[in-house]
């Protein structure tokens, strides 16, 4: 291990040993808030996994001084000492990754180029011993030449095609794998996905069976044979079902059925198989699928809110329990008698108001990793010895947060206009209301929800005395199909409508001063902020578009949504295609009746939400002589992802916010400086 490396993990790991993130900030700064530094610096530890004999944990942690690149971390279970870090390569990040067997790991090499993005995988197989030895590239298109700072064995022949790593396969013989492989494409239908059986330690690669239609995501059962599959398009699903040695057989089309069946992962017995399940009314819920009769039975269904992730049992042969969204975060037991709801329920008492969860087992049972978190703990890792039913701090993810010094994210609900029934969150800073109010759109903005969870922006908007509105407007997701579905073809509309009744409930309610109003959000969230100040000129003092489409047209003809069939179905499926109501419905049609004060934030390299809204909406302004500040950066793409970029972002924002309604904002008319 290159001496730096290992002396910055050590650092690390000594400070997270020294005290636990709830004694990691001292009395006497309780008042002085964090700087926006430790509010968007990466956590330390994240993704954190036990070695399936239990002497190891392995770990993500970010490389403080290359930002597109990041470690992970082998650490010795007894002593929480480094054992080894492999570095990712040359502006290549480690993403998903999983313990083989007790003393290799295997990981998917990844890219990332803006913050609002999540790490694209490259299709790539890596793996590596606990102790950083016999390195080999296993899979992807530099297989047989590939080389980097890790000295890899050149493992796999080279393949035109990606590949990702099947979770719930069992490793065969010590040394196999299942993965999803899919060739490369230029066919925007996408191509046929195969499961093949991976040799960890060479590379080697025997397909199995490939998948019933192109771009469908493949489930295997306990004995790693493929049985479900999910595929069709983003709002009309389809699901496969195959039995060992038999052909897909299509068990499900929502298009006929109008019922979504999307499979989760099989019950102990191999025969259910865990299904989750759109209803014509209210949320999703969690079933089991008999896959002899085809019957099914309910295992939850919250009151509004769809089942969140499924927790897996010690062995991995079924779930002990659901995370619930209904409000405030908590997991439902599927067997309250089992041994694991009995532990994490009885840990739970130690940890009241946070969400606790037994993340990783070793294979024997008698250790588990635990992640305790809340709106304002950020995550703490402990390890469990569930024989002697002791627990051990290992470390938190930002361990320079106190979650005294957070704030509470208040679960909210109250109705539009129309009678739709709204959730959504406020989170409050201290002192006395009314306060000066930002209402924060989610991006998304379909399939996408604000849950009650810790989120950086809002705790720091928070600590500078803003109470922050997060709403759930109509077509968000995690409240069932229907919810979802009524914000189709909205943007502009029902949507904009259900954020302007949640900012005047927060001011009838006395939490916003309603002077002192500006409405913020990125990507989808950017373009309702900036469709906010078009149609409620008078409602919001300032709106700030980061990342955001202002042209709806262009979104429709230039976003990278576009470059796959099951793109353009989803935009024309959520916006429609007829350009002249596209145009009504956008920002930019809108630039004579803003009287906001604005800012608008955009990366050049932005291809989800592409600069060419940055640049028609700017020209509108300048030709109606409307002033607005504005900040820009040629080389970031969808969210700036340099971190001297995004504190230069956070610092203008909360200077703008400050000098518009800032709290000590008198309500007068701010003036922006030129």
């Known amino acids: 291990m290159p001496r730096f490396i290992r002396t910055a993990l050590m650092a690390a790991m000594v400070a997270a040993c020294v005290a636990p993130v709830s004694a990691s900030s001292t009395e006497g700064a309780a008042n002085t808030p964090p700087s926006v530094s430790d509010f968007i610096r990466p956590a330390e530890f994240s993704d954190v996994q036990l070695a399936p004999d239990g002497k190891h944990i392995a770990a993500l942690v970010p490389r403080p001084d290359t930002p597109y690149e990041n470690m992970l971390a082998v650490i010795d279970t007894a002593t929480a000492k480094p054992v080894a870090t492999v570095r990712s390569g040359s502006r290549t990040m480690l993403g998903h990754y999983v313990w083989a067997n007790e003393h290799r790991l295997v990981v998917a090499l990844a890219v990332r180029t803006g913050s609002l993005e999540r790490p694209s995988s490259t ?24 080389a980097d700072s890790n000295h890899m064995l050149r493992g796999g022949q080279a393949r035109e095609a990606y590949a990702s790593l099947v979770d719930s396969a069992p490793l065969q013989e010590g040394r196999y794998a299942l993965v999803r492989t899919e060739p490369f494409t230029d066919d925007p239908a996408g191509s046929v996905p195969s499961i093949e059986r991976l040799d960890v ?7 199995i069976i490939g998948g019933p239609a192109p771009d469908t995501d493949i489930i295997v059962d306990h004995l790693g044979e493929p049985r479900a599959a999910l595929g069709g398009t983003y709002h009309q699903p389809k699901l496969w079902l195959r039995d060992a040695g038999k052909d897909w057989t299509l068990f499900n089309d929502s298009a006929k059925t109008h019922v979504s069946i999307e499979p989760v992962s099989f019950a102990r017995d191999n025969r259910r198989l865990y299904v989750r399940v759109t209803h014509d009314e209210g949320p999703r819920s969690l079933e089991l699928l008999d896959l002899q009769t085809g019957q099914r039975s309910m295992v939850y269904r919250g009151k509004f809110s769809d089942p969140g992730a499924v927790l897996a049992t010690a062995d991995r042969q079924d779930i002990y329990g659901v995370i619930t969204n209904d409000g405030t975060r908590s997991v439902h037991y599927i067997d309250p008698e089992g041994r694991e709801a009995q532990i994490s329920e009885a840990v739970g008492k130690s940890f009241p108001g946070q969400l606790v969860q037994l993340t990783s087992f070793s294979d024997d049972g008698s250790l588990a990793i635990i992640q305790v978190s809340s709106d304002r703990n950020p995550g703490d890792y402990y390890l469990f010895d569930l024989d002697k039913k002791q627990a051990r701090y290992l470390f938190s993810e930002r361990r320079w947060l106190s979650p005294k010094q957070m704030h509470a994210m208040t679960p909210v609900e109250l109705v539009a206009r129309d009678g739709v029934t709204l959730h959504g969150f406020l989170t409050e800073p201290s002192g006395h209301g009314p306060f000066p109010l930002v209402v924060l759109p989610h991006g998304g903005p379909h399939g996408i929800a604000d ?27 995690g409240f069932g199909s229907h919810f979802e579905a009524l914000g189709y073809r909205q943007w502009g509309a029902a949507m904009q409508d259900d954020l302007t009744d949640a900012t005047r409930w927060a001011i009838q309610e006395g939490h916003a001063d309603a002077q002192r109003i500006c409405i913020y959000g990125t990507s989808y969230g950017g373009y309702a902020a900036l469709e906010g100040a078009v149609r409620e000129p008078e409602l919001y003092r300032c709106a700030v578009g980061y990342a955001g489409i202002y042209d709806l047209r ?14 353009v179905d989803y935009l024309k499926t959520v916006l429609g295609d007829d350009r002249a109501e596209l145009l009504r419905r956008s920002p930019l049609a809108g630039v ?20 060419a809204n940055f640049s028609a909406f700017t020209s509108a302004l300048d030709k109606q002589g409307k002033h607005y500040e ?22 203008k924002l ?5 000098r518009n309604i800032g709290p000590g904002n008198n309500g007068a008319a701010a003036s922006a400086a030129p």
């Open 201 to 207: 330690v060479n590379g080697n690669s025997k397909r």
């Open 654 to 658: 909360l200077d703008f916010l400050d």
């Open 554 to 567: 262009i979104q429709l003809d230039k976003s990278d949504t576009k470059r796959s069939d099951s793109g």
């Open 592 to 611: 004579d009746r803003v009287k906001a004060k604005l800012l608008l934030i955009h990366g050049g390299l932005d291809a989800r939400t592409p600069y």
């Open 451 to 477: 849950h009650w969870d810790f989120d950086e922006e809002t705790q720091l908007l928070a600590s500078r005395g803003y109470a922050v509105l997060q709403v759930n407007y109509r077509g968000s997701g």
């Open 123 to 146: 299709g790539e197989l890596i793996a590596f011993d606990a102790d950083g030895s016999r390195g080999t590239y296993l899979f992807g298109w530099r297989g047989g030449t590939y």
């Open 630 to 651: 504005a900040l820009t950066e040629a080389q970031e793409g969808h969210g700036f992802f340099l971190q001297e970029h995004r504190l230069a972002m956070y610092n």
